[in-house]
């Protein structure tokens, strides 16, 4: 079984910025895409950016310019970078990762619990 763990949120002004991270740890594993998600109450958990094995990164309209995803693949954790961030940027941030187990080929598709970013005005 794998674990992910979000850190790096926090409350900031707008205009500030914050680094999440996210530890992948647990069963031996393949990854084939890393994402980082968020989601206010009431609203759908959206795509914020997404980084895959080939290192092809995408990002949401909203946060383009302003974030970007990266990933250390030796210590297997994945970073999201936020610049310049608006108060709409205000969100429970979630890590996710897709692949499949080493031995069992099984899929992957794990969570993390989120981390709360508050950007005040």
């Known amino acids: 079984q794998v674990q992910l763990v979000e850190s790096g949120g926090g409350l900031v002004q707008a205009g500030g910025s914050l680094r999440l991270s996210c530890v992948i740890s647990?069963?031996?594993?393949?990854?084939?895409?890393w994402a980082w998600y968020r989601q206010t109450p009431g609203k759908l958990r959206e795509l914020v950016a997404h980084?895959?094995?080939?290192?092809?990164?995408d990002y949401a309209d909203s946060v383009k310019g302003r974030f970007t995803i990266s990933r250390d693949n030796d210590k297997n954790i994945v970073y999201l970078q936020m610049n310049s961030l608006k108060p709409e940027d205000t969100a429970v941030y979630y890590c996710?990762?897709?692949?499949?187990?080493?031995?069992?080929?099984?899929?992957?598709?794990?969570w993390g619990r989120g981390t709360q970013v508050t950007v005040s005005s």
């Open positions: 996710n990762v897709r692949g499949s187990y080493l031995y069992t080929a099984q899929p992957l598709d794990a």
């Open positions: 647990g069963s031996t594993f393949t990854i084939y895409n």
């Open positions: 980084i895959n094995g080939g290192g092809v990164t």
